[in-house]
Nanobody
Framework: QVQLVESGGGLVQAGGSLRLSCAASGHTMYNMGWFRQAPGKEREFVAAIRWSGGTSYYVDSVKGRFIISRDNAKNTAYLEMNSLKPEDTAVYYC????????????????WGQGTQVTVFS
């Protein structure tokens, strides 16, 4: 069993940056992913990283702006978000699972409660 707790969300002006954190407890050697869900929309994949780090994958809309990373010594995954746009506004969720670089919600077994990111212009 894995428990995930996100933090770091907030209100930021367009062009600004935020860093989200996802603290994991329990068995933590899972592949990690970040998803987001805007009001009235389905939860969408943002980024994923292998359990050992080093290999990552991004949705096209965030490539070059977001960076996913992890520190296994701290049992924490991160999502650094730069050059934020109003369309990045959503609740951001971290997830853990066994599938390598999974991009769908069904492929993840554990979820955090989410953290709100609001980007204003």
């Amino acid at each position: 069993q894995v428990q995930l707790v996100e933090s770091g969300g907030g209100l930021v002006q367009a062009g600004g940056s935020l860093r989200l954190s996802c603290a994991a407890s329990g068995h933590t050697m899972y592949n990690m992913g970040w998803f987001r869900q805007a009001p009235g929309k389905e939860r969408e994949f943002v980024a994923a990283i292998r359990w050992s780090g080093g290999t990552s994958y991004y949705v096209d809309s965030v490539k070059g702006r977001f960076i996913i990373s992890r520190d296994n010594a701290k049992n924490t995954a991160y999502l650094e978000m730069n050059s934020l746009k109003p369309e990045d506004t959503a609740v951001y969720y971290c997830a853990a699972g066994s599938v390598f670089l999974a991009t769908t919600t069904a492929e993840y077994d554990f979820w955090g409660q989410g953290t709100q990111v609001t980007v204003f212009s």
